[in-house]
């Protein structure tokens, strides 16, 4: 279960250093936007000496360069052999792309004698054309394990400005929730870009928790904090879930399909959210208890 | 292999290294750190695994150390040591 992932700029040490002790559940390494075009050989080479010495104590994704440009086979070639949980393909439009990077990737652990399959894939979907293909993105590989909005580069595809209340990306974002869903992958939203505004961005996660995505990409460790505790599940709904549970269980062992709690009947959806929920906390080492 | 040519990589950020390379008759390793009295010596040996390991035996090589890693002092210098290759081409 992935709430919180923290974009680290590939060319900066001191970030990338620091990665290691901030709370993030996973980091991305940049290697495309954060990185000027002339050190994106720097950049590349410092983030694999980076994963070739740091023991990070989570979950480790390396945003590659887009498609079309001259660097995507170059990352992957430096970096697939030391093994991140996940590469970040940016632009995805089509699962012809993401086609082409799987098989990349598949020759890469060959050679490097890693799984076939061991490194996922996360697409970065921050086009009109992703938004529109983008069941047949999440479905076009078995790597891919979540979908992230971009909501920035997304705005300017659609030649309209980005808000912080987010009207113009609503309908992107639930695409994205309904495709990810179908596809059996996670939604990550896309970041909340002001950094000082504490309650703006505590309204944009709960918003993206309200449409169904399951966890937030991060531009600034401040963010950390309030994003781990939205995308958790709360004390309430654990206790709930546990109420529902022995409802249920009550229910069978009368020999009933369903149950009632506080008024309200209990079916199987609603118990199958709380077989999630629990799941959800056990993760995440929450108290299942009072 | 000489450094046949100029380059460098890196900034002088805190916890980061600034290297710079050129062509020199033999090989010469300048170290500028903070921390030289306490890390010179692993400084210097991290250099020269790099440099063997691109059997590099001539050239200047000038770190302007801010504190890096060792991870970051390789990869810097791994940077400088291909961009400068890469010129040959």
Not at chain 1, 24 to 32: F, T
Not at chain 1, 65 to 90: G, K
Not at chain 1, 118 to 141: D, F, H, Q
Not at chain 1, 188 to 202: A, K, S
Request: with cysteine; hydrophobic share 40%; proline share 4%.
């Amino acid at each position: 279960m992935i709430r919180s992932l923290l974009f680290i700029p590939g060319n900066s040490p001191v970030m990338l250093q620091n990665g290691a002790v901030l709370p993030a559940d996973a980091l991305i390494l940049d290697l495309e936007d954060a990185v000027a075009t002339d050190q994106k050989d720097a950049a590349r080479t410092l983030v694999a000496s980076a994963l070739h010495t740091v023991d990070y104590p989570k979950e480790i994704i390396v945003r590659i360069n887009s498609f079309d440009s001259d660097y995507w086979q170059q990352d992957l070639e430096e970096i697939i052999p030391l093994r991140p949980q996940a590469i970040m393909p940016t632009k995805c439009s089509d699962s012809s792309t993401i086609r082409s990077i799987a098989e990349k990737i598949s020759e890469l652990e060959r050679q490097s004698n890693i799984g076939e399959g061991t490194v996922k894939l996360i697409p970065l979907i921050e086009t009109a054309r992703g938004v529109l293909n983008a069941y047949e993105i999440a479905s076009a590989s078995p790597r891919i394990v979540a979908l992230l909005l971009g909501g920035e580069d997304l705005t300017a595809d659609l030649q309209c400005e980005r808000t912080k209340g987010g009207k113009e990306i609503f309908y992107s974002r639930s695409s994205i929730v309904i495709a990810a869903r179908a596809a059996g992958v996670e939604p990550i939203d896309t970041p909340f870009t002001d950094v000082d505004d504490d309650e703006g961005l505590i309204e944009d996660a709960k918003l993206a928790l309200s449409l169904g995505f399951s966890g937030k990409a991060v531009i600034s460790p401040r963010h950390l904090a309030a994003i781990n505790e939205i995308f958790s599940p709360q004390a309430e709904a654990v206790k709930y879930a546990r109420e529902v549970i022995s409802a249920i269980e009550g229910a069978k062992k009368a020999g009933k399909g369903v149950a009632s709690l506080h008024g309200k009947m209990i079916d199987a959806p609603i118990v199958s959210r709380a077989k999630r929920v629990l799941e959800q906390a056990r993760r995440l080492g929450l108290p299942l208890e009072d | 292999m000489d450094i046949k040519r100029r380059a460098s990589a890196g900034t002088l950020e805190s916890s980061d290294v600034l290297i710079s390379v050129r062509p020199a008759d033999k090989l010469i390793l300048k170290i500028e750190s903070p921390v030289f009295a306490q890390y010179g010596e692993q400084i210097e040996k991290v250099c020269r695994e790099v440099l063997a390991a691109f059997n590099i035996t001539s050239g200047e090589i000038h770190l302007q150390d801010q504190g890096a890693l060792d991870c970051t002092i390789k990869a810097r210098l791994e940077t400088a040591v291909r961009r400068s290759l890469s010129q040959d081409d």
